[in-house]
Nanobody
Framework: QVQLVESGGGLVPPGGSLRLSCVVS????????MGWYRQAPGKQRELVAE???????NYADSVKGRFTISRDSTKNTVYLQMSSLKPEDTAVYYC?????WGQGTQVTVSS
């Protein structure tokens, strides 16, 4: 059974940084696509970033140049490094692999 556990969310001022972590069990991150999604209040869940099996990545236009997705196969963990955060980045962030979602971690960008 695949399980995903996110952490690293919190309250950060505009312009700040956070790193989200997604610890994965039940599947090796180096053998599957992994993604970060987010859902703001009253909005649909949207793709933020994804990393594919052979390491290529894809980002939403709204986060390009500010967010970086990466993985550590030794820790079976996927990360989302977020910089230059904006209030509109406020959302619950979810980790996803085919067939499984994490429980989400709240990111709030506010002064």
């Amino acid at each position: 059974q695949v399980q995903l556990v996110e952490s690293g969310g919190g309250l950060v001022p505009p312009g700040g940084s956070l790193r989200l972590s997604c610890v994965v069990s039940g599947i090796a991150v180096r053998f599957t696509a992994m993604g970060w999604y987010r859902q703001a209040p009253g909005k649909q869940r949207e793709l933020v970033a994804e990393i594919f099996r052979f390491g290529s990545t894809n980002y939403a236009d709204s986060v390009k140049g500010r967010f970086t997705i990466s993985r550590d196969s030794t820790k079976n963990t996927v990360y989302l490094q977020m910089s230059s955060l904006k209030p509109e980045d406020t959302a619950v962030y979810y980790c996803k692999t085919p067939g499984a979602w994490g429980q989400g971690t709240q990111v709030t960008v506010s002064s």
